[in-house]
């Protein structure tokens, strides 16, 4: 028994002195120092208490130090639940409490609010701030830079990363080191990765697409990583001139064609660009086109999958679809759960089985045996169908998801904290149609009294929601439309006010 992420991210290159990270402030990180930062962070754990198997929950801001922690997790044998460093209070206790991890990290000014939580529940809490600064850095110089890792299986649990269900609060997914690590070894293979590429990295790092995907990949092959904090379009531009690869959402794509300076001569080194975690619209791959000479390349993952398709890198990358299923990966069109037109056309609910295939849903057995057909197939909730040449298209979703700038948001959720208003009777939170975000919530609410003012309600919300999941607008409605069942009809709010 080995440890299967050790082997891969970190024994290749624990005396490889190219650089890993380019900071915002110019400093480059070897992958040598970057690994032995991770090392005396991991002896710093350890002393702690933590073991192979605890969980380690992560909810510091993008830096340096927050993603070695992500390699000191895969060297002491912990299993990585990475957070949204945004969430509220409230949302935070509850990933805390589902998880019950054996250390937290979080920025100095949330331990006071998160410690009664933590001590009820054996938790230690470690502080660490956007400037690398606190508990976690204090006094790492008399830690060991050499840390010997724990084995874990390839089937052991390596990481957790929380989404949201149609049914109410977000569930854990379990990840296991096969499944990242067979995912990344097919993507590098896919995408043509290696040590000569510097990846544009911009995205966060508290889901698969900046973590698993975009560091994953990178580490595998050697590659290096300019690593900015958030999509800031002036540090992203003036990384086209020494970058070959980025990855990013589709609001990465529409925000940089509406700037002046995006042209082929800026992105004449780039070799490619990657577009994933929502729809990229056929007007914005081909506006790319047009302006750069690139075809944007779309792939197609989820929270419990990593990545299941993509569209190649020699050969066809067709617009509008996420391409072709990865090495190792079955994927189905099961059309007997669509109506009689999907049945003729083909078109169902797309079902996948691989090693990428997450473990189940953590306390939560119930949910994990819906979530698979009695065959082993993982039910995505995504409908979609194949075309003549096998490249899969993603027509609709069976599930009540808006995707907002590539993050996903449940309407259910944030309904269930509007009604907890006191001046609310009922809500329909729907997604309307965004030309930066693709898609944005919207909010109907039938209030007790109309005279209430909206703002208490949405001071309310943003004090119980992480700032994307807030409704950019409230309509106050005498009554929703519903249907002879009393459901409500959402596609009557979004065709009305759209
Ligand atoms: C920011 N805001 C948002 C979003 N982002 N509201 C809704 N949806 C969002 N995605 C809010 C801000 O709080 C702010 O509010 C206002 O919108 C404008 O902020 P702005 O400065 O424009 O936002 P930004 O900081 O530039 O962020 C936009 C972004 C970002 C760059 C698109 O959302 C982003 O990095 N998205 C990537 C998400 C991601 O990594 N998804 C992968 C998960 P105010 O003005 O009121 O203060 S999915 C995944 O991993 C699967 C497996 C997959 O397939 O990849
Ligand atoms: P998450 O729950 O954050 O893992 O998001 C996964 C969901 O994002 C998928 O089930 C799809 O609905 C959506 N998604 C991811 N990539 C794409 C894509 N390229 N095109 C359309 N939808 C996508």
């Known amino acids: 028994m080995t440890n299967y992420l050790y082997k891969h991210l970190i024994q290749p290159n624990i005396n490889n002195k190219k650089t890993f990270l380019l900071l915002d402030d110019g400093t480059k990180i070897s992958y040598e120092d970057f ?44 299993v990585f639940f990475p957070l949204n460093s945004s969430y509220t209070l409230n949302e935070t206790i509850y990933f805390i409490e589902d998880s019950k991890p054996t250390i937290l990290i979080c920025e100095s000014s949330e331990v006071k609010s998160v410690k009664p939580i933590c001590d009820k529940i054996g938790c230690k809490i470690l502080s660490l701030n956007a400037n690398g600064e606190g508990e976690v850095t204090n006094g790492l110089e008399d830690l060991d830079s050499f840390f010997k890792h724990n084995n874990r299986a390839e089937d052991d649990l390596a990481a957790l990363l929380y989404t949201s269900g149609t049914t109410g609060k977000p569930k854990g997914a379990m990840l296991t080191h096969q499944n990242l690590v067979s995912n990344a070894l097919q993507l590098i293979n896919l995408w043509n990765i290696d040590k000569s590429d510097t990846l544009i990295h911009a995205l966060p790092i508290y889901h698969t697409h900046g973590l698993f995907v975009a560091i994953n990949t990178s580490m595998m092959s050697g590659a290096s990583i300019r690593f900015i904090k958030n999509f800031n379009i002036d540090l992203v531009i003036e990384a086209f001139k020494y970058s070959t690869l980025m990855m990013g959402v589709p609001t990465f794509y529409t925000r940089l064609i509406k700037d002046k300076r995006l042209d082929k001569s800026l992105t004449k080194d780039m070799k490619l660009f990657i577009s994933g975690s929502a729809p990229l619209l056929t007007e914005t791959h081909q506006d ?27 050969g066809e990358r067709k617009a509008g679809s996420v391409g072709k299923p990865i090495k190792d990966i079955s994927i189905r069109i099961n ?71 590539g993050f996903n948001i449940y309407p259910k959720e944030i309904e269930d904290v509007i009604n907890q208003h006191k001046s609310v009777i009922e809500s329909a939170v729907f997604g309307i149609k965004d030309h930066d975000l693709g898609e944005v919530p919207i909010a109907a609410v039938v209030m007790i009294n109309n005279n209430t003012k909206i703002k208490d309600l949405s001071i309310f919300v943003e004090n119980n929601l992480v700032k994307y999941k807030t409704p950019k607008k409230y309509l106050v409605l005498n009554e929703l439309p519903k249907n002879v069942m009393g459901k409500v009809q959402k596609n009557i709010l979004k065709d009305k006010y759209s």
Do not use: W
């Open 288 to 314: 790319f086109l047009n302006i750069t000479g690139h075809q944007i390349l779309e792939r197609y993952g989820m929270t419990e999958t990593n990545m299941n398709t993509s569209n190649p890198f020699d």
């Open 335 to 405: 059309i007997t759960k669509g109506d009689k037109d999907a049945v003729l056309n083909k078109i169902g609910m797309i079902e996948i089985k691989g090693p990428n295939v997450f473990k189940g849903y953590l306390n939560n057995p119930k949910k994990t045996q819906e979530a698979f057909t009695e065959d082993g197939y993982f039910i995505t909730g995504d409908i979609g169908y194949f075309d003549k040449d096998g490249y899969l298209f993603i027509s609709g979703r069976n599930k009540d998801l808006i995707i907002s700038g």
């Open 35 to 78: 690994i032995s930062l991770s090392s005396k962070i991991s002896h710093k754990l350890a002393n702690l208490g933590l073991k192979s198997g605890d969980r380690i929950l992560v909810k510091s801001p993008k830096c340096k130090e927050t993603l070695s922690l992500y390699l000191s997790s895969i060297l002491t044998g912990a």
